[in-house]
């Protein structure tokens, strides 16, 4: 909607500076009465003649800006993962429920709003805003998490027969209320469209959501949860294809994640890495959650 509103806009602006344009000029670039005409030798002369006093930098997007403006609102995407407090991602077997799919574990940030202040400049600033983060963790194998636990614990999934049951999706959807807090850098202080930036800072966010989902081949069957020593510990049936069970899984409440942004015009990269431990103390495995990915639209 936004996208179409600004396409109006510019629009109106080009009709509205012809206009001007046309009347200001009217005796120097005369306009047919009758519009223009096919093979007439007069009608680029007079196009360029009406053009004459157009100013592509009056156009949204390339019109000159007269204060900062940082580089948070906008619609981003990313690659989602996690690693040991040693950078690895090869996990403890105590938690092979924790191997991740990160080819498939996307991250979309949406930032409506965003509030800038002028450090030094127009060159040199902060920026703050408000934005929301939905976070895709895809799992690897056909382990279920136990919400409702002590301590975070996952079971594999086994049919009536004792075969292990293949998982079209398993993964874990986390949701956060994000605060930026940007320091950014600018070479152009005029002109968005051809200006270079680099941010650092963080973003502090807090949980909103989170739940599980799986996909099963079949529905209307029983399927029992199975330990790594090969114990059932509960069954329970599937009515659809699609599970899904909301709930936190020892989750942290807060994070607070390093935040770095580079960039130059239209093309804008991001990365962060989380300051604080994905899940609570002792609750479950010691992990951190990352982030790199690019800006799909930024205003």
């Known amino acids: 909607m936004k996208t ?8 109106c602006l080009f009709a509205l ?4 344009a046309n009347a200001q000029d009217e005796k120097k670039c005369p306009f047919h009465k009758h519009g223009w005409q096919m093979g007439d030798s007069t009608q680029m002369h007079d196009f360029s003649c009406a053009m004459e006093n157009f100013n592509m930098s009056e ?11 940082g580089h948070w609102a906008g619609v981003e995407l990313g690659i989602s993962g996690y690693v040991t407090p040693d950078f690895d991602m090869k996990f403890n077997p105590q938690y092979p429920y924790m191997n991740m799919n990160t080819a498939r574990s996307m991250t979309v940030n ?3 709003f965003e509030l800038n202040v002028n450090l030094y400049n127009n060159k040199i600033g902060f920026t703050t805003g408000l934005g929301f983060q939905i976070s895709n963790y895809y799992f690897n194998d056909n382990y279920v998490m136990i919400k409702d636990s002590s301590t975070l614990v996952a079971y594999k999934v086994q049919d009536s027969m004792g075969n292990p049951v293949t998982l079209k999706v398993n993964k ?3 949701s956060y209320l994000n605060l930026p807090l940007f320091f950014e850098y600018q070479t152009n202080a005029y002109r968005r469209l051809n200006s270079f930036h680099i941010t650092l800072g963080v973003i502090a966010g807090v949980r909103i959501g989170s739940y599980t989902k799986q996909v099963y081949d079949n529905k209307d069957e029983s399927y029992f949860l199975v330990d790594d020593s090969g114990n059932k510990i509960a069954s329970f ?14 989750l942290s409440p807060f994070k607070l994640d390093a935040a770095f942004r580079i960039g130059w015009s239209h093309l804008n990269l991001f990365g962060t890495y989380s300051l604080t431990k994905m899940f609570q103390k002792d609750q479950g495995p010691e992990l951190y959650p990352f982030t790199v990915g690019l800006t799909l639209l930024g205003w």
């Open 237 to 250: 049936d599937v009515e659809h294809h699609t599970v899904k069970d909301r709930g936190p899984y020892h």
């Open 4 to 11: 179409i509103l600004k396409l109006t806009l510019l629009c």
């Open 59 to 69: 156009f949204p997007f390339c019109k000159n800006k007269k204060k900062y403006n």
């Open 172 to 174: 874990m959807v986390v």
């Open 17 to 20: 500076l012809s206009t001007n």
């Open 110 to 112: 949406l930032n409506p």
